[in-house]
């Protein structure tokens, strides 16, 4: 182990190696983390990463399903480029569409747009010429969502997320809501409010696109956790909370961050 910076831990919930994004096995100290970046990674793959914990681009084979912070970091930006590029672009040509993020794209074109990014990283081209349909660029940015091996509100701070959508009061609720927030990583957090700014933004165009916080809180809040209990049914159960807490996000955009 070089230097010492990594220290065995023990993960809660299901944990995947930010490296070689591969599962951790076992319930106890599955994996060693970085102290001075936070890195989680397997002991072996510890090794491979450079002093500057700054994952080489050489091992980050793939845009989707690779850990969020990693592609961060080797690509040396403050969020995916995905996010970045796909926000632009809805931004750009698909404020108005109704029923955007809740209507679907066709799935074999949305596909098409995952592997451009894989191929492509920032020069893929999503344009209105590549791509007429915007619902297939939202369809896109919600499948890089999805194919996450740690979601954007990751296992750890999801308890504390949810905690604050059963909180009646409303001051307290936002006071839990930024506690968890504090449990991101940077880049998910980064990640997190750059998303629910645009967010907002889809609904100041409520008129036309017909997608308020609540609609959006129904897209996304699956989309953006997942529950670290196995159990199906306690997995169920969060769904209306895991709404609501996408919906705080949405509206309360401008004081959580």
Not at 108 to 127: H, P, Q, T, Y
Request: include cysteine.
């Amino acid at each position: 182990m070089r230097g010492g910076r990594y220290r065995v831990h023990t993960f809660r919930g299901p944990h995947w190696c930010e490296y070689c994004a591969n599962f951790m096995w076992g319930l106890i100290a599955q994996g060693v983390k970085c102290a001075d970046c936070g890195l989680n990674v397997h002991k072996q793959c510890s090794k491979m990463v450079p002093n500057d914990c700054k994952p080489d681009l050489k091992h980050v084979k793939k845009v989707y399903s690779c850990d969020l912070t990693t592609l961060v970091k080797a690509r040396t930006t403050k969020r995916p480029m995905v996010v970045d590029m796909c926000i632009r672009e809805i931004e750009a040509r698909g404020l108005n569409s109704e029923g955007l993020y809740r209507v679907s794209g066709f799935s074999d074109l949305i596909e098409d747009v995952k592997m451009a990014f894989d191929r492509d990283g920032e020069k893929a081209d999503i344009s209105v010429n590549m791509y007429e349909d915007i619902n297939i660029i939202t369809g896109a940015l919600k499948l890089y969502f999805r194919d996450l091996p740690i979601p954007l509100i990751t296992y750890d701070a999801y308890p504390k997320f949810i905690e604050s959508a059963k909180i009646m009061d409303p001051d307290e609720q936002l006071e839990t809501l930024h506690e968890a927030l504090k449990l991101l990583p940077p880049a998910h957090c980064e990640t997190l409010r750059y998303l629910m700014a645009h967010l907002k933004r889809v609904t100041l165009h409520e008129k036309e696109n017909l997608m308020n916080a609540e609609n959006l809180g129904i897209v996304f809040g699956p989309t953006l956790m997942r529950s670290p209990e196995l159990d199906a049914m306690a997995a169920l159960n969060d769904i209306r909370y895991q709404r609501l807490v996408v919906e705080l996000l949405i509206k309360n955009e401008d004081i959580l961050f």
